[in-house]
């Protein structure tokens, strides 16, 4: 079980902008880092944007499953894991980082803001640690219960997150925020699987 990346995103316009986040890149070479860190932020924009506010959702994408929570006040929280963490687990950690990113930033320090990982957040560092071992979740799951009975929505892929006519190729194009090696590294392919939706009992 590993959890790759934990970001909050401001995500109200278009294009999502990453307000802070935290990467554990230790399973990759140091020569493919950067690439698989810039498709996290890119992906993670992706989701970000097309998450509504309130809702929760899972997407699966090869062997990663993001993990989305999106607020009112404009922001949404994503985590990147392999398939064997817990969703149950992920969103609980979700609610818990985007409280508290809400309480130390208050919705007029980012709502202006068009410039990536422009807030300090020293937590998600400690959490990224901390929550590689989904036991450490048990004090969050006694206090935030009421997320048992939440509906998250799973996507089999990214592509099934995108605008109608929309593909990750052309997505990857657009962006500015690839470097021109992470440009050259080939993109996989994605099959697209049906929308399932699975009820949290």
């Known amino acids: 079980m590993k959890i790759y990346y934990i970001g909050v995103l401001k995500n109200e316009t278009k294009p ?6 935290e990467k554990d890149l230790s399973a990759y070479s140091r ?3 950067d690439s698989y860190g810039e498709f996290m932020t890119l992906f993670s924009k992706t989701v970000a ?3 509504r506010p309130g809702q929760r959702q899972d997407i699966e994408e090869k062997s990663y499953t993001f993990h989305a929570y999106a607020r009112t006040e404009g922001v949404a929280g994503i985590i990147i894991s ?3 963490y817990p969703a149950l687990v992920a969103h609980q950690l979700l609610g818990k980082v985007v409280d508290e990113f809400l309480s130390k930033y208050p919705r007029t320090a980012f709502m202006n803001t068009t410039a990536a990982n422009t807030l300090a ?8 640690v901390k929550y590689q071992d989904p036991q450490q ?3 969050i799951m006694k206090i935030q219960r009421e997320l048992d009975e939440t509906k998250i929505v799973l996507h089999k892929t990214i592509e ?3 605008e109608r006519g929309e593909k990750i190729d052309s997505l990857v194009e657009k962006s500015d925020g690839l470097s021109a090696q992470s440009m050259t590294t080939p993109i996989p392919t994605c099959t697209p699987y049906t929308l399932s939706i699975i009820p949290y009992q």
């Open 16 to 21: 999502a902008v990453e307000l802070c986040h």
């Open 31 to 33: 020569f493919t880092r």
């Open 49 to 51: 944007e097309r998450t």
């Open 82 to 84: 392999d398939h064997d």
């Open 121 to 128: 957040f020293p937590q998600l560092k400690e959490y990224i």
């Open 137 to 139: 979740a048990d004090s």
């Open 160 to 162: 099934s997150v995108l």
